[in-house]
């Protein structure tokens, strides 16, 4: 792994560990005020139920204090009657001065009378709500109801007691700290399978990256060498010719004759960098082709045309199969380019008294063209890279052919470049076929 792959899994892993950290903090905040404001609405429903609770009690105990006496058995009273219909909530009774007199069996222990209570209960003849903690460092909420003899708001009512309802409350602070011991580690454990599931990617990206590379300059590489070996073969030829041109004083028909081969490799020569130019342009994502509306058989007939007298010439049969007319929209020099490298081959690969046929027809929404010959056929081998730049099935043939291995190649990016498909059968001895599909409606890929 180099530096820039070790650089870019730091940075990612470190962003991603402030995200989650930034995301832990937020999400314990959110907790911590939802458990604030949840404490706060039930609060306020645990006074009423601990007022209904304590002020009852105390509205039963009120006769039998105001004769100076408790209830027999108090504490049985207080947990049967009362904190076992809630075994959450406990009951105590107390003396005016604070003194406990009983309690429901789950009080918690060591709970007194509320410090409010203590304070103004006497004073106050009122119900009173305090929070307060109990002796194991637990929330307590209180609400005490005072036992009084005469009428609240009589100067001269005098408390005999107190009756308390109360609950131990949920420990927030405790919960959000669990709940932040358990976090941590999950999002770690996240940032930890991230890391590692980074390092996975960028690894695997990293060594595709460098096969693709290594695969993009081996091509380069061939492509070069063998665009050098195209371009240096018609120069030598040309060189030679003009040196055998010079040796000596030659007549006017040896010039001629030296002239006229030194045409025929420049001509060769001008045909491979237009080729080469036509692969460039589509390998660069320019527009290669400028679809108008056209005829695909007047297309296929001027082909058909121009290659008669050459495939007469090597006995050989050249049909052409179309309709009367086939109206679409399409680049009619590309597509004649591309259907003439199709029979330019099929003829040179053909021997004679074979056939080759160029057939068009509509099928569904496509134009498709089908250039069948009868000749020598395709090895397997060589199909999958038939479409590959200079690529030739016999190399040794190639000169004597004049093809340089770029016709197919050209045929290939024509044809996409109108977002057609280009397929190719073929038999050893028997022959191949072909097949360019063309869309209806071509908008001018590039």
């Known amino acids: 792994m180099n530096r820039d792959e070790r650089r870019l899994i730091l940075n990612s892993s470190l962003l991603v560990l402030a995200l989650l950290a930034l995301a832990g903090v937020l999400l314990r905040n959110y907790v911590a005020r939802t458990l604030v404001a949840d404490a706060s609405v039930q609060t306020a429903f645990l006074d009423l139920a601990l007022r209904d609770r304590s002020r009852y009690l105390a509205e039963t105990l009120q006769p039998d204090r105001q004769q100076g006496r408790w209830p027999e058995n108090l504490a049985d009273i207080l947990t049967r009657n009362h904190a076992d219909y809630n075994r959450d909530i406990f009951i105590q009774v107390f003396e005016a001065d604070g003194r406990l007199v009983a309690a429901s069996v789950n009080t918690p222990s060591g709970t007194t009378l509320s410090p409010k209570a203590q304070r103004v209960g006497r004073k106050e003849l009122h119900w009173l709500s305090d929070e307060t903690n109990g002796a194991d460092g637990r929330t307590l909420r209180l609400v005490t109801y005072p036992i009084y003899l005469g009428a609240p708001d009589d100067p001269k009512a005098q408390a005999l007691g107190f009756a308390q309802a109360g609950l131990t409350l949920p420990d927030a602070a405790r919960a959000v700290s669990l709940f932040t011991r358990t976090m941590i580690p999950a999002l770690a454990g996240f940032g930890i399978l991230f890391v590692i599931a980074l390092r996975a990617a960028v690894g695997a990206a990293s060594h595709r990256l460098r096969r693709e590379a290594a695969s993009l300059n081996a091509s380069q590489q061939r492509f070069i060498g063998d665009a050098a070996h195209e371009l240096g073969t018609p120069l030598a030829i040309l060189r030679g010719e ?92 590309a597509v004649g380019q591309v259907l003439g490298n199709l029979v330019s081959n099929a003829l040179r690969h053909t021997p004679p008294g074979e056939t080759v046929a160029l057939t068009v027809a509509r099928e569904s929404h496509d134009i498709v063209f089908h250039v069948t010959d009868t000749g020598e056929g395709i090895p397997p081998a060589h199909l999958p890279r038939i479409f590959e730049r200079f690529h030739r099935v016999d190399k040794a043939r190639s000169r004597a052919g004049a093809g340089a291995g770029l016709g197919l190649a050209i045929v290939k990016s024509f044809v996409e470049a109108h977002g057609g498909t280009v397929a190719v059968k073929s038999d050893v001895g028997k022959g191949s076929t072909f097949t360019c599909r063309f869309p209806v409606n071509v908008s001018g890929a590039s």
């Open 242 to 333: 003009m040196d055998i041109a010079l040796r000596r004083d030659r007549s006017a028909e040896d010039y001629r004759a030296a002239l006229v081969s030194c045409r025929e490799e420049i001509e060769r020569l001008s045909g491979l960098s237009e080729n080469l130019l036509t692969l460039a342009t589509a390998d660069a994502g320019q527009q290669l082709v400028q679809p108008a509306p056209c005829d695909a058989v007047e297309i296929a007939r001027a082909v058909h045309q121009r290659f008669t007298r050459f495939a007469a010439g090597k006995d050989i049969a050249f049909t052409l199969a179309a309709p009367e007319s086939l109206p679409w929209s399409a680049d009619a020099v």
